[in-house]
């Protein structure tokens, strides 16, 4: 298997001969505008892409675990080929056909697709009317015969759909969703350093892959940050943050 992190969720994954381009935010930096009334007031993203776009279009799948303009966004529809199959969470299915994607496999539960199964997990996008207000996320679980299975989580804090994932499908692989989001009201939407560290210490035999860092005005929480935290939680050899365009082999 291979990870490579464009950047923010971005990722392109090789599992089974096949390549699967997730949460494709292909967006110059600063085109898209700020989440108002946190401390960064900086138009998104705050770094531009570490690869020409045009690069990322052939991959075999596309796989969205929602469609927040920062995992889906404008450029993302006009670069990606209509055609090209794509996996989404059930409640995304209809806004993606109506963007003008023909080939859209929602996932409900489980998918087998090329040797490989995809399983649809739970989260929770915050908490209180935050929570609510966000909409319904997904996670996948991923596995194929004689690769290490895989565990996204997507955009989710620490909560009982996580740690249902981590007893149930003992994943080797773990990629975080970070960042520490928040809006200027109510508490992180996404992990924060106490949310990874409830990841590693629940699933100690698993290793992590922080991602969703930096590149959003309303992620707090810096790479440096976590580095020193896992450095200080004695994490070094379960947690790993990669740098933008940075790939991974395992």
């Not at 401390?39 to 990322?56: A, G, H, I, Q």
Request: net charge negative; hydrophobic share 40%; glycine share 8%.
């Amino acid at each position: 298997m291979k990870i490579q992190l464009i950047r923010h969720a971005t990722m392109l994954i090789e599992i089974n001969g096949m390549s699967i381009l997730v949460d494709p935010m292909l967006s110059e930096a600063g085109k898209m505008a700020a989440v108002s009334g946190v401390t960064n007031s900086s138009d998104n993203p705050l770094v531009d892409l570490p690869v020409d776009p045009l690069s990322l279009i052939n991959t075999d799948a596309i796989l969205v675990t929602h469609t927040h303009r920062d995992h889906f966004d404008d450029a993302a529809r006009e670069y990606l080929p209509s055609g090209r199959l794509l996996f989404c969470q059930p409640t995304d299915r209809a806004a993606i056909l109506e963007a003008g994607f023909t080939n859209v496999q929602a996932i409900e539960t489980s998918h087998q697709w090329n040797g490989i199964r995809i399983v649809r997990t739970g989260g929770q996008h915050g908490t209180g009317s935050i929570g609510q207000k966000m909409g319904p996320v997904s996670g996948f679980f991923v596995e194929s015969k004689g690769e290490p299975s895989l565990y996204i989580t997507g955009d989710t804090i620490w909560c009982a759909e996580v740690h249902k994932v981590l007893e149930e499908y003992q994943p080797q692989i773990i990629i975080c969703f970070a960042g520490a989001a928040r809006f200027s009201t109510g508490g992180p939407i996404t992990m924060t350093r106490d949310d990874l560290f409830k990841v590693a210490d629940y699933a100690p035999s698993s290793k992590i892959i922080v991602v969703h860092l930096e590149a959003w005005n309303h992620c707090g929480l810096t790479r440096d940050q976590l580095k020193a935290f896992v450095e200080d939680k004695g994490l070094n050899e379960q947690v790993y943050v990669p740098y933008d365009g940075e790939l991974m082999n395992y």
